[in-house]
């Protein structure tokens, strides 16, 4: 008596979902590279202060990968000194192409807030660092070197990483009301130093009130630092 065999088979659903095929995307960042090379070679040599700003290429394009090298070639054969149309060219079984803008941007030093400042702080070196940004992003009056703010005063509240302006800042006061000074006259080519105090803020050569503490005159002067005031007028 003989068995019969019966053979094995795996179930298989009677409609199998197909799955669909995931193109394979070109590189965004491979093709800004690629216009950039071509661009220097077409545009002047960048200095220090300069870099090359491309595009940008939209993520959202999903350029299919090019199965040979991408082409890279001047849209036109004029341009401006300072940018160029760069066309980027691939020759699959569907084609594509696209135009890209590669253009140079300065650049410039900047001093931003290293933390947020208060209104009435005089700013140290601590308070400060410098950075590099396109100087199409920077705002009017800003500090490309911290030396030019440190002893300045903060006018209004600075927020941390802002950068810093010539109208955010004023001089220092150099004299305070009810502060001892020592008052300088030019008394027929000879200086004359006496004891005063001061009657009003001044900053450096701005003019301030003072009383001469040895005759009791209210007098004018400038404040040419934190302890001296020049006699200007009696």
Request: aromatic share 2%; hydrophobic share 45%.
């Amino acid at each position: 008596m003989s068995l019969a065999v019966m053979p094995l088979l795996a179930a298989v659903p009677a409609t199998a979902p197909v799955s669909e095929s995931v193109p394979d995307l070109q590189n965004i960042s491979e093709l800004e590279a690629l216009a950039k090379s071509q661009a220097a070679a077409q545009l002047p040599p960048l200095t220090d202060r300069q870099r090359l700003l491309v595009g940008p290429i939209e993520p959202h394009l999903r350029l299919e990968r090019c199965n040979r090298p991408v082409g890279a070639a001047l849209a036109s054969a004029r341009h401006m000194r300072d940018r160029v149309m760069i066309e980027l060219r691939c020759q699959n079984a569907k084609p594509w192409h696209l135009y890209v803008q590669v253009r140079i941007i300065g650049t410039s030093s900047a001093v931003v807030a290293a933390h947020a400042i208060v209104v009435g702080s005089v700013l140290k070196a601590t308070d400060l660092r410098v950075e590099q940004h396109d100087i199409s992003e920077l705002p009017p009056g800003f500090l490309d070197d911290p030396a030019i703010a440190v002893g300045l005063t903060a006018g209004r509240p600075i927020s941390g990483g802002a950068f810093l302006t010539n109208q955010q800042l004023v001089a220092a006061r150099a004299v305070q009301r009810g502060q001892s000074v020592t008052l300088v006259a030019d008394l027929r080519g000879m200086s004359v130093r006496m004891a005063g105090k001061a009657l009003s803020d001044g900053f450096i050569n701005q003019r301030v009130r003072v009383e001469n503490l040895s005759s009791g005159k209210i007098v004018e002067g400038i404040a040419r630092s934190e302890q001296v005031v020049e006699i200007v007028s009696q």
